[in-house]
């Protein structure tokens, strides 16, 4: 079998998370408003900005990166915060209080892979590359093209052998292999 050299970042099967403000809204008749003034105040692309947990319409506020506050303990949001994100949207919603305000994880990356995606604990927009998807399961390669790969890198290591018992030390060889010609 051959397998793809893929970095890290694409091959982890969980992404690091990042702590993030969320907030419980019970009357989703504001949600479109509240949607405008969180997205307008903290740009968030590709993350679903409204998720169900437990019953519960949470609305993801913004990273905890993006707020210009300290957290000591990414568990509990400080009153500052709290009454920065109150104030924000109490425009729209008198009703929210630092109660309905919690700490949610959300991907630090938008996923490579639809294992990735899987993983999220928060959900974003994915569109599956369908390339990496191939390269990761070993499908990128023909039967024919792996065929003639693996030929190339037998006939690398027994030129590699030969060379050593000649020179009776070492040799390395490098062999760029293209599977089209």
Same mark, same amino acid.
């Given at each position: 079998? @051959?397998?793809?050299?893929?970095?890290?970042?694409? *091959?982890? %099967? #969980?992404?690091?998370?990042?702590? =993030?403000?969320?907030?419980?809204?019970?009357?989703?008749?504001?949600? $479109?408003?509240?949607?405008?003034? &969180?997205? %307008?105040?903290?740009?968030?692309?590709?993350?679903?900005? *409204?998720? +169900?947990? /437990?019953?519960?319409?949470?609305?993801? &506020?913004?990273?905890?990166?993006?707020?210009?506050?300290?957290?000591? /303990?990414?568990? !509990?949001?400080?009153?500052?915060?709290?009454?920065?994100?109150?104030?924000?949207?109490?425009? =729209?919603?008198?009703?929210?209080? $630092?109660?309905?305000? *919690?700490?949610?994880?959300?991907? $630090?990356?938008?996923?490579?892979?639809?294992?990735?995606?899987? =993983?999220?604990?928060?959900?974003?927009?994915?569109?599956? +590359?369908?390339?990496? #998807?191939?390269?990761?399961?070993?499908?990128?390669?023909?039967?024919? !093209?792996?065929?003639?790969? @693996?030929?190339?890198? =037998?006939?690398?290591?027994?030129?590699?052998?030969?060379? $050593?018992?000649?020179? #009776?030390?070492? *040799?390395?060889?490098?062999? &760029?292999?293209?599977?089209?010609?």
């Amino acid at each position: 079998m @051959i397998t793809a050299i893929l970095p890290d970042s694409v *091959v982890q %099967s #969980e992404l690091p998370s990042v702590p =993030a403000v969320a907030v419980g809204i019970l009357n989703k008749k504001i949600l $479109s408003s509240l949607i405008k003034i &969180v997205s %307008s105040n903290f740009p968030l692309p590709s993350y679903k900005r *409204v998720i +169900n947990r /437990d019953g519960v319409c949470l609305l993801l &506020v913004c990273k905890v990166s993006q707020l210009d506050f300290e957290f000591s /303990d990414c568990s !509990e949001i400080p009153i500052d915060a709290a009454n920065y994100i109150i104030n924000l949207l109490d425009c =729209a919603d008198r009703s929210i209080s $630092s109660k309905d305000l *919690v700490i949610v994880n959300v991907p $630090s990356r938008l996923p490579f892979t639809q294992r990735q995606n899987a =993983a999220c604990q928060w959900p974003v927009s994915f569109h599956p +590359n369908n390339v990496l #998807e191939n390269k990761i399961s070993g499908m990128n390669f023909k039967d024919d !093209e792996k065929v003639t790969v @693996i030929q190339r890198v =037998a006939s690398l290591v027994n030129r590699s052998k030969g060379a $050593s018992m000649k020179t #009776e030390s070492s *040799v390395n060889f490098v062999m &760029v292999v293209n599977p089209k010609t």
